[in-house]
Nanobody, 125 residues
Framework: QLQLVESGGGLVQPGGSLRLSCAAS????????IGWFRQAPGKEREGVSC????????YYADSVKGRFTISRDNAKNMVYLQMNSLRPEDTAVYYC??????????????????WGQGTQVTVSS
């Protein structure tokens, strides 16, 4: 069974950092694209960052470029999102999701079929 479990969320002050982890089971990352998405209250779910384990290509939303870094460890079947210089507007539930590389189109929610349950990130003083 394909499963994704996020962890690492929490409360952090503006300007601080967090690292989110996505643990994958039931499949191997080497043929999948993994994405990080977020949804704030009252807003639509949006793509944050995606990584292809086939060719290593990376995708970032304009709002997080230069602040967030996505990475993977195929041997551990893990994907990470390092978040630096956090802002209050980064507050959201963060989800990881998976899609087979051959079906990948865009780093956006409609392109992904398997989802984790999410982890809360709150940026506040």
């Amino acid at each position: 069974q394909l499963q994704l479990v996020e962890s690492g969320g929490g409360l952090v002050q503006p300007g601080g950092s967090l690292r989110l982890s996505c643990a994958a089971s039931g499949f191997t990352l080497d043929t999948y694209v993994i994405g990080w998405f977020r949804q704030a209250p009252g807003k639509e779910r949006e793509g944050v960052s995606c990584i292809s384990s086939v060719d290593g290509r990376l995708y970032y939303a304009d709002s997080v470029k230069g602040r967030f870094t996505i990475s993977r460890d195929n041997a551990k079947n893990m994907v990470y999102l390092q978040m630096n210089s956090l802002r209050p507007e980064d507050t959201a539930v963060y989800y990881c999701a998976a899609q087979k590389w051959l079906r990948f189109r865009l780093c956006a929610p409609p392109s992904f079929g398997s989802w984790g349950q999410g982890t809360q990130v709150t940026v506040s003083s």
